[in-house]
Every structure is written in C-alpha cells, then in structure tokens.
C-alpha cells in the first residue's frame, strides 16, 4: 500500500492523550493528494508512484505540465512528486488521503529549513569565539585560524566556515502520528517539522521503525 503524501505545515499546537498528558504537535495540511503516473521497471527503470498537489491556475504551468496532467484526466496541480513503491496498487486519477496513515504510526517529514542568510561560525557552528580580554578588542566572534601555512598551505574544502545558513532540505525522522482528520485532511505529528508555516513538506513511511 502507498504510504506517502505531499502537504503544507499548519503551524503547531498541543494534543492531549487519554491519560491527560500534553504532546507539542505539529499540524500539516495534506492532501488530498492525485496519482498522476505509474514508474515501472520494464519502463523507467525503477518503481515509483508520483502524486500531485495543489490545485492552481493553469496559467500558472508550463504547456508540459498541463499536458502531461490532462492525459490523466486530472486538474491543473502545482506541485508534483515521486515514492519510491516496490509494489504500487494504486491507478492513475486515485485519490490519496490522510487515511493511508493511521495514529501510533511513525513517519519521515521532508522539508526545507528556515533562511538564515550568511551567518559567521558562533551561530553556524557554534564555535566559542576569541578571548574577550589581553587587547583582543575585535576577536570575540571570529572564527580562528583556518589552517596551517606551510602544509597543507591551503583550507579544506568543506571546512566549517562562515557561510549561507538554513535553506536546505531536512528530513524529521521518525514522528509519531498523533491525530488524522480525513475531513479537514489534517494529520498532527508529535514533535518539529522543518520549514515555516506554509511550508511544503513530504510525508512518507518512517524507514527506521
């Protein structure tokens, strides 16, 4: 059974259990989601399930896209992605929801992290920073030396340094399924999901059960 769907971060709130303790949950908003191609081996290469998202304007896609979705019968959807199936029972036009996943499951949440924008080593990677006193008067946040001067006379590519921060795709591994509303199409997951509201997140079956 496919166990995947594409959604939109909520924001967070708390969920109480039978027992009355409160969980930090996190709120996405997915699906309904469409199957808009079946991946085969004998064809690509591999097995796949591709779902779209999103319903847009269809100015708002190339003549590729519209074509590739009015093949299927489907409406003009924003965004589409592919999981990974080695047994795909869905069909092309099915319609995915918030009920393929149940609570007390675990799932993965793919996302892109917050901007930071250029950010120096204390924040980055959390280096301590110079001595504040001895006359160091502009030393307190740099980084220190970058390496030796006679060998390897150069820095090492992927060394922590000052640089562009956040921005890159993160996967949350491992969230328990709190909640599902197949009606609102709401699923709740205990803990953070990277990005911010309004955010674009996948949801697959967590790979370390």
Do not use: W
């Not at 708002?60 to 489907?74: I, V, Y």
Request: aromatic content about 6%.
């Amino acid at each position: 059974m496919l166990k995947g769907l594409i959604g939109k971060k909520i924001g967070m709130t708390q969920f109480f259990d039978e027992n009355g303790v409160a969980y930090a949950v996190t709120l996405i908003e997915a699906g309904p989601c469409y199957v808009t191609q079946i991946r085969r081996p004998e064809k690509e290469g591999y097995s796949a399930v591709q779902l779209g998202f999103g319903e847009t304007h269809p100015k708002r896609l190339t003549g590729g896209e519209l074509g590739h979705l009015k093949a299927a019968n489907l409406p003009p959807l924003r965004i589409l992605r592919e999981f990974r199936t080695k047994t795909p029972d869905v069909s092309v036009g099915d319609v995915v929801k918030v009920d393929v996943f149940s609570p007390g499951e675990r799932v993965d949440v793919i996302g892109t992290s917050k901007g930071k924008g250029f950010a120096g080593g204390v924040k980055r990677y959390h280096f301590r920073g110079g001595p504040k006193t001895h006359g160091q008067s502009d030393r307190h946040r740099a980084p220190g030396s970058n390496s030796s001067g006679t060998t390897p006379g150069r820095v090492y590519k992927g060394s922590r340094r000052p640089g562009h921060m956040g921005d890159e795709r993160v996967t949350a591994q491992s969230l328990k399924v709190m909640l599902v509303d197949v009606e609102r199409n709401l699923i709740g997951v205990h803990g953070a999901v990277p990005g911010p509201k309004g955010g674009l997140v996948v949801i697959n079956e967590a790979r370390k059960q």
